[in-house]
């Protein structure tokens, strides 16, 4: 039976008013009542490498400060590891996040991204340190030079920190086959993204579906159940999708 691999979780804060930022609580209860259902919580490396059905990605795109402080202790209070998608460019700088939209002013301190020593402390953890690229670019739209320089640049940054990093989040979700081939020729060996069919034999493509903060008990059920992740692999989702981000090219 087909499942959810992996969530893709960018902000866990009560305090931005933003889509993409979940509650404490919700978080809290989102992940609590995956382990109920025996499921437990790992990188998406593990994923990639096992594919066991008892194990669900627990992953964070941008690599906001509140991943730290917030959902860590959460995802402690049940011994679950978790990935790390973090913009390297962007890493350790006292300045807020901006591709998600919003002034700078908007809830500066909760878009504040990630410091190498966080980074640190949850790498000694158990947690992944992945690739969003190095600036957050949409890479289908970079000539090869560029591309490349955001992939692997990114992977080097991190790696020159002393943290393996084997895997990568395509920035806005995007699956784009140029990009996933470059992705896997400078060394990434797993990698996700959020938009089009999924395709669940390719780990450069692992399964991963963003929740958002508007997903209640129910929506965060649908989604994360088997018949959500069966729709999302046939040519009906590429339609519907097709049409959503007609409106958003650059949505998630």
Sequence with gaps: MARTAALAYHA???????????????????IHGLAERGLHGVTLAA????????????????????????AKPILDELGWTATVFVVTDAVGRAE??????????????????LGWDDLDGLAGAGWEIGS??????????????S????????????????????SISYPYGELDDRVIAVAARVGYTAGSGLAGRFRPADPMCIPRVAVSGAD???????????????????AAWSCLESIRRAGHPLGI
């Design 47 to 70: 994923v990639a490498r096992s594919g066991r059905r008892d194990e669900i990605g627990v992953t964070f795109d941008d690599g906001f400060a509140n991943v730290a402080t917030a």
């Design 12 to 30: 866990v804060t009560d305090e931005w008013p933003n889509s993409l930022a979940v509650s404490v609580e919700s978080f809290r209860a989102q």
């Design 132 to 145: 969003h690229g190095r600036t957050h670019r949409l890479l289908s739209t970079l000539d090869d030079e």
């Design 147 to 166: 591309l490349d320089d955001e992939l692997r640049t990114s992977k080097e940054t991190i790696e020159a920190r002393g943290f393996e990093c084997a």
């Design 216 to 234: 209640g008990r129910l929506r965060f059920a649908v989604k994360t159940s088997p018949f959500f992740l069966a729709a999302r692999r046939t």
């Design 96 to 113: 807020p996040m901006l591709w998600l939209g919003g002034s700078k002013a908007e809830s500066a301190s909760e878009r504040l991204p």
